[in-house]
């Protein structure tokens, strides 16, 4: 099994950090630090490396540094799956568009040529009320699960969304061109069939690879997942054309009742991850808070195991703040899990002794304001 790493991690004007040249050479990397001090901000900048907005969902322009021109890099020396490569990205000004994307130095069209080099999972404490949230918030974090394993969901999804969009203008209109509205739903449904297939695939393999590993001894409790999408769920049992058809009628019908609405009220963009506590058979959000953040750790770990057999390549974990929330048995459990998994794993904690356990099988790092030490 390939397991790529960052070797070398250069930011230029990024959050606050004006510039941080970072040699690395550890499978397990560890950053440690007050609150403020810029450790997230590392794993942010990592987190570049996929489609997206990154691990904060923020502006590009939030991440550029606040004294500095307005422009932002973030470059990287990985061992990847290909070998050796130079992956950057970055954004050329605040007025310079959407940013760019190079590898080895040439420009690349999007963020989804960086998956033939290295993928990415990540855990950050944002994430904790994930269970109890919005759908949408599900939602997304489904689509990050997905596009982990397969880079062109987030190119589908975007498009999905643009489609609806259009769709909805149109029948804000009551005048638009009938042919205009069928060419846009024929467009809507092609796009969601395909966004809803991959969504299906990547949940009934995870659930199955979830399945396989049931340890009723493990600490972290094993997660039942399943969607709440019609057709998410008919794509797993029907020929995808009859399906697509099917939706494309109930759009047609379901003109009058969106244009009331001003919007889509069928569709996999209201589709929903149901996630149920496997040792309890409750649903995740009655869990207690430990629960849910143990539940909500090891489903992102059996998903790393996923991307791992599915991608042919151990993605890269970023794991911000986790330990500090995880008691003596557990902390040394992840830490046994991560090391035996062997992939590069990048961990953020204020506490040092959160870490005492893998000290000497980790490289450390001292984080302060616009410094990174070992």
């Known amino acids: 099994m390939i397991s790529p790493r960052i070797t070398r991690l250069i930011l230029t004007s990024f959050r606050s950090y004006p510039r941080l040249d970072l040699a690395v050479d550890a499978g397990m990397v560890v950053l440690t630090g007050q609150n403020g001090a810029g450790k997230t901000n590392v794993l942010e900048a990592i987190s570049l490396f996929t489609q997206g907005k990154g691990l904060r969902r923020a502006d590009l322009e939030d991440m550029a540094s606040e004294d500095g021109p307005g422009s932002f890099a973030v470059a990287a020396e990985v061992e990847g799956a290909l070998g050796p490569a130079q992956l950057g990205t970055g954004l050329e000004g605040p007025q310079s568009g959407p940013r760019k994307y190079r590898v080895d130095r040439q420009p690349v069209s999007s963020a989804a040529s960086f998956a033939d080099h290295l993928r990415l999972v990540w855990l950050t404490p944002s994430m904790d009320g994930l269970f109890s949230g919005s759908a949408g918030e599900r939602r997304r974090f489904l689509d990050r699960l997905v596009l982990a394993v397969d880079a062109g969901h987030g190119t589908r999804v975007n498009a999905l969304e643009r489609a609806l969009r259009s769709r909805n203008r149109l029948l804000e209109d ?42 009723p001894a493990s600490p972290f409790p094993h997660a039942r997942i399943a969607l709440d999408g019609a057709i998410e769920n008919a794509v797993l049992d029907e020929p995808a054309l009859a399906v697509e058809e099917r939706y494309r009628q109930t759009l047609r019908e379901g003109r009058p009742r969106d244009r009331a609405a001003g919007r889509t009220l069928d569709g996999p963009h209201l589709t929903d991850l149901l996630v149920v506590h496997g040792p309890k058979g409750i649903a995740a959000e009655r869990a207690s808070t430990g629960e849910q953040k143990a539940l909500l750790l090891g489903l992102v770990l059996a998903h790393a195991r996923l991307v791992a057999r599915l991608a042919g390549m ?22 046994g899990r991560l090391e035996s998994f062997g992939a590069q794993v990048w961990l953020t904690g204020a506490d040092p002794s959160a870490f005492e356990a893998i000290a000497g099988r980790a490289a450390v790092y001292r984080v302060t304001p616009g410094r990174v030490e070992g």
């Open 314 to 335: 151990t993605p890269i974990v970023l794991l911000d703040e986790v330990a500090a929330h995880l008691d003596p048995m557990r902390r040394a459990a992840l830490y």
């Open 174 to 215: 009551p005048r638009a061109d009938q042919r205009w509205l069928d060419a846009a739903e024929h467009e809507v449904a092609d796009l969601a069939i395909a966004v809803a297939a991959s969504r299906a695939d990547t949940v009934r393999r995870l659930a199955g690879l979830i399945e396989e590993e049931i340890d």
